[in-house]
């Protein structure tokens, strides 16, 4: 049900076959860089995902989601409220 640990939906993904990936919460670092601060965060903090996180929503993940070029306009943030049961 979690897809990953910011809230994007790796099922959605469109290199998810191509690269093959097995998806953020399941890889050891991400097939687009040496790794992620919000996954390695969440990890750290021994947290699934960051929805339950008591420093949700952080400024990293905001950074993250609002990306002008690889964000999603707020969507994974949403997606964690979600997976919480807060939306
Ligand atoms: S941005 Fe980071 S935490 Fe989010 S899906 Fe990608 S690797 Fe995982
Ligand atoms: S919400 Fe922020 S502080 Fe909490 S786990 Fe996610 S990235 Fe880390």
Redo the contacts with the bound molecule.
């Keep these: 049900m979690i897809e990953?640990?910011?809230g994007?939906l790796?099922s959605r993904c469109k290199f998810r076959e191509q690269i093959p990936c097995a998806g953020?919460t399941e890889m050891k670092k991400?097939f687009w860089g040496d790794s992620?601060p919000?996954?390695d965060c969440?990890e750290k903090r021994g947290q699934v995902y960051c929805g339950p996180c008591s420093e949700f929503p952080c400024a990293l993940l905001h950074q993250?989601a609002y990306d002008p070029e690889q964000g999603d306009n707020g969507e994974r943030i949403v997606q964690c409220k979600k997976w919480c049961g807060k939306e």
């Design positions: 990953s640990r910011c994007l790796c953020c991400p992620c919000v996954k969440c993250f």
